[in-house]
């Protein structure tokens, strides 16, 4: 519903509230740091620093980088994008505290930071037709623009 507000005929709002400054179209989203209204963080107008509530959110979180679930459940709460709103609800295949601890290595400890590679997969199959069922393996081919990143 979210990330789709015109199937739901709710009502869309174009913004660029994402990790990568992507601009997207979903529901009404107001990141934690452009509502931030504490003594010193907002100016005579009433106006949010945003900057400096950001560096107060990021210093909050670099304090909880030692606990993934604490982590987890403070993004959620005071998210940024709404990727971290979401990030504790519904099910997920993946390990979320892990995926969260491997974040933390790389955004606040600098370590561990991962070379993305791009390219394409490229099936092998037991026969010409092509089916599920006829694969054998798969490889990873690189290829600069590819469209597979793999870290």
Same mark, same amino acid.
């Given at each position: 519903?979210?990330?789709?507000?015109?199937?739901? &005929?709710?009502? $869309? !709002?174009?913004?660029?509230?994402?990790?990568d400054g992507e601009w997207v179209l979903t529901a009404y989203f107001i990141p +934690?740091?452009?509502? !931030?209204?504490? #003594?010193? =963080?907002? #100016? *005579?107008?009433?106006?949010?620093?945003? *900057? @400096? +509530?950001?560096?107060?959110?990021?210093?909050?979180?670099?304090? %909880?980088?030692?606990?993934?679930?604490?982590?987890?459940?403070? @993004?959620?709460?005071?998210? %940024?994008?709404?990727s971290e709103a979401f990030a504790i609800e519904g099910k997920n295949n993946f390990n979320k505290v892990k995926l969260v601890e491997q974040i933390s290595a790389i *955004? !606040?400890?600098?370590?561990?930071? $991962?070379?993305?590679?791009?390219?394409? !997969? @490229?099936?092998? =199959?037991?026969?010409? &037709?092509?089916?599920?069922?006829?694969?054998?393996?798969?490889?990873?081919?690189? @290829?600069?623009?590819?469209?597979?990143?793999? %870290?």
């Amino acid at each position: 519903m979210f990330f789709n507000p015109n199937a739901y &005929n709710a009502l $869309p !709002f174009y913004n660029n509230y994402t990790e990568d400054g992507e601009w997207v179209l979903t529901a009404y989203f107001i990141p +934690a740091n452009i509502a !931030f209204y504490a #003594d010193g =963080y907002v #100016d *005579k107008r009433g106006v949010c620093s945003i *900057k @400096k +509530a950001t560096e107060y959110y990021m210093s909050e979180r670099a304090k %909880l980088e030692s606990s993934a679930k604490a982590l987890i459940d403070y @993004k959620a709460e005071y998210c %940024l994008y709404p990727s971290e709103a979401f990030a504790i609800e519904g099910k997920n295949n993946f390990n979320k505290v892990k995926l969260v601890e491997q974040i933390s290595a790389i *955004k !606040f400890k600098k370590r561990n930071v $991962p070379k993305i590679e791009r390219g394409y !997969f @490229k099936f092998n =199959y037991s026969n010409p &037709n092509h089916k599920r069922e006829s694969i054998t393996g798969v490889q990873f081919i690189p @290829k600069p623009d590819g469209p597979i990143y793999i %870290l």
